[in-house]
C-alpha cells in the first residue's frame, strides 16, 4: 500500500501534539504551595468557608519557622452541622482553594507543622485535626474523610477511608501538648487497589500503606483542610500551624532539620 506523504505527516504531527498536550497535563498536576504565614493576611491558596471570621489569627508565639504562625480556634456552636454518623459538630477550618486541589489519581507530598498549647483539653469524643476530604455532590452521603489525623482520649491516630470503609493505620499514646510536631505525607489516591499513603512523623515514617484510598461513586476533587473538627462540647480549643508545604517529593517538603 501506497503511503500518502502529507496522511503520514498530519499523522506525526498530530501525535506530537498528543505527546506535547499529555506532558503538560502531567506537569500541570504536580501543584507547589507554601505558606510559612508571615504575611498577616490569609493566602489565596487558602479559604476559610468553613471557619468563623474571629476564629484565626497570626501570633508571634510560637512559631516553627519564621516570624509568625496561624492560630486556630474553635468554640461552642462554631459551625455546628450534623456529620455523617448524625452527631452535631463544630469546626473552625481553612481549607485549600478550589484551584489549587489535587484529584484522585495524582500523587502529591504534603508537610505542615503543628502545636498545641500547654493547656489544650484532652477529650474522649471525635477530634480532626488535619484531613483530607473527597468532593461529593448528594449531601445525604457525606462520608468520613478520606485521610484524618485524630487526637482522642490522649491518642494520636492516623485513618483512612474507602468504600470498605474505615481504617486507623496509626495509633499512639501521647500527650502531643506544648511541643511542634512535623507531618510529611506521600498521597496517591485510587479508590480501587493501587491508592498510596505514606507518613512521617518527625522525620520518623510511621505509616506505609498500599490499597484503596478514597471512594469510588465521589467526585475526583480533593480538598486538604487544617483546623479543629469536633464534637459539640462546651470547652474552647485552639490549635497553631505553621510551615505548610505541598511539593512533588519528600525532601521537597520536608522541614530542614529533620532527616
Known amino acids: 500500500m501506497k503511503l500518502d506523504p502529507k496522511r503520514v505527516g498530519v499523522s506525526l504531527l498530530s501525535m506530537i501534539c498528543w505527546i506535547i498536550v499529555s506532558w503538560a497535563n502531567a506537569e500541570a498536576q504536580e501543584i ?6 508571615e504575611s498577616g493576611t490569609l493566602s489565596p491558596i487558602w479559604t476559610a468557608k468553613k471557619m468563623p471570621a474571629s476564629a484565626f489569627r497570626f501570633v508571634a508565639t510560637p512559631t516553627r519557622t519564621g516570624k509568625s504562625a496561624i492560630e486556630i480556634r474553635v468554640a461552642h456552636g462554631d459551625k455546628q452541622e450534623i456529620g455523617g454518623d448524625g452527631q452535631l459538630t ?3 477550618e481553612l481549607r485549600e482553594a478550589p484551584e489549587v486541589r489535587m484529584h484522585m489519581g495524582m ?3 504534603y508537610a505542615f507543622s503543628f502545636f498545641l498549647p500547654e493547656d489544650f483539653p484532652i477529650v474522649g469524643t471525635r477530634l480532626v485535626i488535619a ?5 461529593f455532590s448528594d449531601p445525604s452521603k457525606d462520608r468520613s474523610p478520606m485521610i484524618a489525623l485524630r487526637y482522642m482520649d490522649g491518642k494520636f491516630m492516623i485513618t483512612v477511608a474507602r468504600n470498605r470503609g474505615k481504617r486507623i493505620l496509626y495509633k499512639e499514646e501521647a500527650d502531643l501538648r506544648n511541643r511542634w510536631v512535623d507531618m510529611v505525607f506521600r498521597i496517591l489516591p485510587i479508590a480501587d ?4 499513603l505514606e507518613v512521617w512523623k518527625n522525620g520518623r515514617q510511621i505509616v506505609d500503606y498500599a490499597g484503596a ?5 465521589d ?3 480533593i480538598y486538604f483542610k487544617i483546623g479543629l473538627y469536633r464534637d459539640r462540647m462546651t470547652v474552647p480549643m485552639r490549635i497553631v500551624y505553621d510551615r505548610f508545604r505541598r511539593g512533588s517529593s519528600y525532601d521537597a517538603v ?3 532539620d529533620t532527616k
Request: charged content about 40%; hydrophobic content about 30%; glycine content about 10%.
Open 32 to 37: 507547589t504551595l507554601r505558606d510559612d504565614f
Open 90 to 92: 463544630e469546626r473552625a
Open 107 to 109: 500523587e502529591s507530598w
Open 131 to 135: 484531613r483530607w476530604k473527597q468532593s
Open 193 to 196: 487497589q493501587g491508592g498510596i
Open 213 to 217: 484510598l478514597g471512594y469510588r461513586e
Open 219 to 221: 467526585a475526583s476533587e
Open 254 to 256: 520536608r522541614p530542614a
